[in-house]
């Protein structure tokens, strides 16, 4: 079987950071392409972020396109509480190897689907900012896209308020333009992502692996640490990693067919993913949305992968 064709929208961050890492080091994916978005961090940061950890692993030949530096009509909402000031806090990584490539993320992703000879699976897990502005720009390349496997939203109870999950909540017209395109979107909301908690267990089993194992281990001490701070957790969800292995292994993930809207007007619940569990609102599906993940499958595609960098 041929490796699947995929481009990762990132906003590094810690977690986003592995799902490079798990990205390039599985062989049933070609990796053609990472654009940035400002999220975690302000778009500088998470373009800086993005080209050192594709240096770190060796893969300077991924074309890396910088994106929005702010959501499409709303100020920009950072989360430096959780990822650090420069968006990806803990073990020191060297700069990059190589510069951003100069189309931007919108020309780099057009290019990307023109040229591929078969269409090409989108894995946002930041804001979806980027996703928005090219189906804005060139709505004839939906038919190129073959896939959307995003990390963002929740069918119960938000990150960054208490409905709204942070990507969702940055960007909630990009969002909603996006549940709205008609696109097949496989959404990994926290539901599913909370169950991929990276332990002490999991993290010293990447530690004694050594090599980009033991990076990813001190990456994930200080993502640990800040999320004790704020939510109690010990074991930080490595939330973006599930939308790679979603794609990786799609049987990872129990998914329900379900109709999500996203709020926009109301500041109590803007950002909230509306999931229509039980089809009471007689809308058409729009999403597969993920209720339940493999764990033990989840951590073993994770190990397997970064063995391989
Ligand atoms: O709510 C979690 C999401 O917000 C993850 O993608 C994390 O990296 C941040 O972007
Ligand atoms: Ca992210």
Redesign the pocket.
Known sequence: MSPKPVILDV?P????AVALMMACGSPELDLLAVTTVA??VALEKTTRNALRVLSLVGHTGVPVGAGASEPLHRPLRT?EDIHGESGLDGPKIPEADFEPDERGAVGLIADTLRDSPEPVTLVP???LTNVAALLRAHPGLKGKIAHVSL??GSIGLG??TPAA???IFVDPEAAREVFDSGLRITMSG?DV?HQAGAGTAERDRLRAAGGVGGVVAGFLDFFAATYEGIFGFDAPPL??PVAVAAVLDPGLLKTRPMRVDVECESELTRGETVCDFYGVTGKPPNADVGVELDRAGFFDLLYDSLQRL
């Open positions: 906003d961050g810690h977690d986003d999220g975690n989360a897990v930041g804001p990390m963002g990150n960054t999950e942070f990507n926290l992502t939330h973006d």
